[in-house]
């Protein structure tokens, strides 16, 4: 299974990027789809995870701003960043969980202040 997240970008302070994760196969399929960030010399955070079931779970630096969602004609699950501030800048990553955990490759993302 592979995971592939797309959407990041350079942005100025309170802009919007979107980022997307498809997987290799039916990424709707998998138990908890979420979204986590690594700064440079810092540790990788949970950013936002969507459960099977329907819960979201969001990391308090992003409540209110971000919002994780499942796009069901695209069989994608996306993330809404609004009002992007300089501290959000990271790679994101795209995690899956099924039988084990499974990682995308990254997405850059940089807002300039």
């Known amino acids: 299974v592979q995971l592939q997240a797309s959407g990041g970008g350079l942005v100025q302070a309170g802009g919007s990027l979107r980022l997307s994760c498809a997987a290799s196969r039916n990424i709707l399929s998998f138990y908890d789809v979420g979204w986590y960030r690594q700064a440079p010399g810092k540790q990788r955070e949970l950013v936002a995870v969507?459960?099977?079931?329907?819960?979201?779970t969001y990391a308090d630096s992003v409540k209110g701003r971000f919002t994780i969602s499942k796009d069901y004609t695209k069989d994608t699950v996306c993330l809404q960043m609004n009002n992007l501030k300089p501290e959000d800048t990271a790679v994101y990553y795209c995690?899956?969980?099924?039988?084990?955990?499974?990682w995308g490759q990254g997405t850059q993302v940089t807002v300039s202040s």
């Open positions: 969507l459960s099977a079931g329907g819960g979201r």
């Open positions: 995690n899956g969980r099924l039988d084990r955990e499974y």
